[in-house]
């Protein structure tokens, strides 16, 4: 006849195991903390509260420009050798092309800091402007288009855009 004898659990089995616990936990948090310190911070603004102060203008401004009745158009067109074009168009409130834009652009990268690339376009004909665009990365991208002509008219446009 065979007994099997097991040894007693003690407070000092349970004392390592709970301080184990405590260190695997620990170890994993952090990780996490210096992954996300490391990672992109998320802001869309580094001085938001002025952002805030002046937003009646930003307001006024989106007013202006619905007045104009501009609209637009992107697209990005892939060439043969991998490279990529962008392509907008601006059309007032009668459909007819505007031909006498001076026309920017800003291409941010959504999810990292220090990609971002300004962009001037120029006038290809039929209230149509294009660049060419070489883009540190691929993925999704944000253009911000900016139409400007004189100084009182002013039509500012998102679009997101990916670039395989």
């Known amino acids: 006849m065979t007994t099997d004898v097991q040894k007693p659990i003690t407070g000092w089995h349970v004392l390592s195991w709970l301080v184990a616990f405590f260190i695997v936990v620990g170890a994993v948090n952090a990780v996490y903390v210096f992954v996300a310190l490391d990672s992109w911070s998320g802001l869309e603004s580094d001085n938001a509260y002025n952002d805030g102060l002046e937003y009646n203008e930003v307001l006024a401004a989106r007013k202006a420009q619905t007045a104009l009745g501009w609209t637009s158009g992107l697209e990005t067109v892939r060439g043969a050798n991998g490279s990529y074009t962008l392509i907008a168009d601006f059309r007032d409130k009668y459909n007819q092309p505007l031909e006498t834009l001076g ?36 993925g999704m991208w944000d253009v911000y288009v900016r139409a400007e002509r004189g100084s009182s008219d002013l039509f500012v446009a998102k679009s997101r855009i990916m670039i395989e």
Not at 107 to 121: A, F, N, Q
């Open 103 to 138: 026309v920017t652009a800003e291409v941010k990268r959504p999810t990292h800091e220090g990609y971002d690339v300004p962009i001037e376009l120029t006038h290809i004909g039929q209230g149509r402007y294009q660049a060419s665009l070489d883009l540190p990365l691929k």
